[in-house]
């Protein structure tokens, strides 16, 4: 069995974790809400269209912007469009006696 080298120290309690705020793909995000562009193409530098839409989904969904920005990937190009403002549905009332 081999030995490894460690040390051993007592603390009195554990730090908290530090969580990064926002995210480096926020701005895309941020940047196309602002624009005004109700479809937009986007490219990044040495990162696969797939992984952004994934990414940008990922922070789509933890801002609630759902309602408002759809992303997608079409022939390896990664898209933002606008979510179109769709009517209220209402419920189908039974006919009447």
Do not use: C, H, W
Not at 38 to 64: F, H, S, T
Not at 74 to 90: A, D, F, K
């Amino acid at each position: 069995m081999s030995n490894i080298d460690f040390n051993l120290e007592p603390v009195n309690k554990k730090p908290s974790r530090r969580y990064r705020k926002g995210s480096k793909y926020d701005p895309i995000i941020d940047q196309f809400l602002t624009s005004g562009m109700d479809l937009a193409q986007i490219e990044v530098e040495d990162i696969g269209a797939n992984y952004l839409r994934a990414q940008l989904k990922k922070r789509i969904e933890a801002r609630e912007l759902e309602n408002d920005v759809l992303v997608s990937v079409v022939n390896n190009i990664s898209y933002l469009e606008r979510e179109p403002i769709r009517p209220p549905i209402y419920p189908i009332r039974p006919p009447d006696k």
